[in-house]
């Protein structure tokens, strides 16, 4: 067990891109950190440079207290789980597990203990025998797990392990890969593009875009506080609106003819400053329209989703997109007027995307 | 309809019938005169069904020989097509194989470079560089060797190319996994790679044993010996005689006796040259 900590780590291709500018964070002992972005923000040449598949460029990586920059991927005491399993084809599923044991010299009747129990809490006992072809995907991945499991790393490194598994089968090992990670503690970097699974596992979230961090924090925070627009639209679905404003005052946005509370704004603002506002859609409340301070609100068509119903329309002229619980308003076109409570409110710099918050 | 279907069955049956007939027929001819003796072969009206002399043919030609152009026992001859062939392809293999892990696998200067000079040689072959070549082997005394005999064919990018295709579609977390697991260049190369690429390896083993077995300038340039001659040159020199008759009952059983390991060779390695051919174990 071990905390991983990354000082500066930046990737520079040999064709002078940078995939990843300058990153630094650490991880806890035991903890479950996650990596989350859209393709080509950097997560995956960040995961693989902690693997020691990649060069790291300059900056650190230490796991423990030791900085492993120089070290081969096999001595720096992790193991990785592929998107595509990456299991040996041509090895059944039990030597598959061992491989890494026995090329570390581990004693027979060591591995063949280790195997055995990786399996009985994976469940796959009754595969050991088999070629991994011969299993389905949610097996594969339970073995390329156990591959890891056996290895008693000190860091787990997860690289979209669920991305290649059907709808039902991902919700089922994203619960399972937590309970295992969880009940080893194992220290673990998970890297993914899915939001749903960085919210659910991580208990510190990283969200990346082009090469940088735009946050770190506990999932509930980056969802409460988003720290720019570009998180604020990649966690949550369906994603945040954002429509442009104006600073109206200290603690108030103007939306077209209409004036918004809002809780988290900076009192530095220049007035009549341009900002853009976004309301998450499951944030909206529906008021009568001779309230103050409503919004109008024309729906144009509905998308059912059992038990919610999605609102699709617009708001002072940009698209919008409201949730609700089906039956809370009639599902029918027409206008709308609806209020977001002062906290739920966020509002960024147009420019430079950053959270116009207090401190 | 089903008698349409009948009758196109029908048509496509007589139509491979005759093709195999054409195909068959004068293997069946070289077989039947391999068990006449030399007059009934020779005055022109040879039985279309094999003779009594199988026995004594054969037992002549595998280990006496003819009495005129090439006195070497046949058993002899096979030994040596077989050394030579088993030389080119097992050298073969073990040089592409090689060769092809470096090109695919490791990042060194002039990498590409070093491909296309292989990827050049297919343009070579023995027949084109063969003065240059004899000069070599001549120099460095291996002709009536075994190593002159194989050496210089063994030289070829075919394998090199198949194996590069092969290798590059083994996907590269399989490296990664490897490396994580603990394993180097050389236990990745003989615990994932060899055994990922046997059907390849076997496919590749059948298309240049044979190639190595049907070798007919070569031999002939760098054997002057009768120990050292091939089977397929003694064929040759059985037919072509300068005043003796031509025993074709003998040049026909050796001509048999010439196409027997080929057809071993294919029939025992049919499948995984099949599938080495056609699909990939991933």
């Not at chain 1, 995956?44 to 460029?57: C, D, H, K, P, Y």
């Not at chain 2, 044979?210 to 760098?222: A, C, S, T």
């Not at chain 2, 054997?223 to 031509?246: E, F, N, R």
Request: charge should be neutral; hydrophobic fraction near 45%; include cysteine.
């Amino acid at each position: 067990m071990a905390q991983v900590t990354l000082s500066n780590v930046k990737k520079v291709y040999a064709g002078g891109v940078e995939a990843v500018k300058g990153v630094s964070f650490d991880i806890p002992d035991g903890g479950f950190c996650v990596l989350v972005g859209p393709s080509g923000c950097g997560k995956s040449t960040l995961l693989r440079m902690v693997a020691g598949l990649e060069t790291i460029s300059s900056g650190e990586v230490a796991i423990g207290e030791r900085v492993v920059n120089q070290i081969e991927p096999a001595d720096r005491d992790i193991a990785m789980v592929f998107q595509n399993y990456a299991l040996y084809p041509h090895m059944n599923i039990y030597d598959n597990m061992a491989y890494g044991l026995r090329n570390r010299g581990t004693p027979k009747d060591e591995i063949d203990k280790r195997v055995r129990e990786a399996a009985r809490i994976l469940a796959i006992e009754p595969f050991l025998e088999r070629r991994p072809r011969q299993l389905s995907g949610g097996q594969r991945q339970r073995v390329a797990m156990g591959r890891a499991i056996v290895r008693k790393p000190q860091v787990f490194l997860f690289d979209e392990p669920l991305s290649n598994l059907d709808a039902k089968l991902r919700v089922q090992m994203r619960v399972e890969i937590k309970k295992l990670q969880r009940a080893l503690g194992v220290t673990s970097i998970y890297v993914t593009h899915d939001q749903v699974e960085a919210m659910t596992l991580s208990d510190k979230l990283v969200v990346m875009n082009a090469g940088r961090v735009e946050q770190i924090g506990v999932p509930a925070d980056v969802y409460r506080k988003p720290a720019s627009k570009f998180v604020a639209t990649f966690i949550g679905s369906p994603p945040m609106n954002i429509l442009p404003g104006l600073v109206d005052g200290h603690g108030i946005v103007a939306l077209g003819d209409t004036v918004l509370q809002v809780h988290d704004l900076r009192d530095d603002l220049p007035p009549q400053m341009p900002v853009e506002v976004g309301l998450r859609p499951e944030d909206i409340e529906i008021v009568s329209d001779d309230d103050a301070g409503s919004l109008p609100f024309d729906v144009e068509f509905i998308e059912e989703l059992g038990a919610t119903q999605l609102f699709h329309g617009k708001l002072a002229g940009q698209p919008f997109v409201m949730q609700a619980a089906t039956g809370d308003v009639p599902a029918q076109e027409g206008r709308l007027w609806i209020t977001v409570d002062p906290g739920k409110v966020h509002v960024f710099d147009p420019k430079t995307g950053v959270r116009l918050g207090k401190d | 309809m089903v008698e349409d279907r009948r009758l196109g069955d029908m048509l496509a049956y007589i139509i491979l019938t005759i093709g195999v007939l054409i195909v068959a027929f004068p293997v069946w001819l070289t077989f039947v005169a391999s068990t006449w003796d030399a007059a009934t072969v020779i005055n022109g009206h040879m039985p279309l069904y094999p003779g009594p002399y199988f026995f004594e043919n054969y037992n002549r030609i595998l280990f006496i020989g003819t009495s005129s152009t090439t006195r070497e026992p046949v058993v002899h001859m096979l030994l040596n097509s077989f050394i030579m062939a088993m030389a080119i392809a097992l050298g073969k293999i073990f040089i592409s194989v090689l060769s092809a892990y470096a090109v695919v696998y490791y990042r060194f200067p002039f990498r590409m470079t070093a491909f296309w000079i292989i990827f050049v040689t297919l343009m070579l072959p023995v027949e084109v560089r063969i003065f240059p070549t004899f000069k070599i082997v001549s120099d460095l005394n291996m002709l009536d060797t075994y190593q002159g005999l194989a050496i210089p064919l063994i030289a070829s990018a075919t394998g090199t190319l198949l194996f590069r295709q092969f290798f590059m579609t083994i996907p590269d977390e399989l490296l990664e996994a490897s490396k994580i697991d603990g394993a180097g260049p050389f236990k990745f190369f003989k615990d994932t790679l060899l055994p990922l690429s046997i059907t390849t390896i076997a496919a590749l083993f059948v298309i240049q044993f044979i190639y190595g077995w049907n070798q007919y300038l070569w031999p002939l340039l760098v054997t002057t010996k009768d120990s050292m001659q091939t089977i397929v040159i003694a064929i040759k020199k059985m037919i072509v005689t300068a005043d003796a008759l031509t025993e074709w009952q003998l040049a026909m059983a050796t001509a048999m006796l010439a196409m027997l390991p080929p057809v071993f060779v294919v029939i025992a390695m049919q499948r995984l040259f099949v599938k080495g051919l056609v699909e990939t174990e991933k």
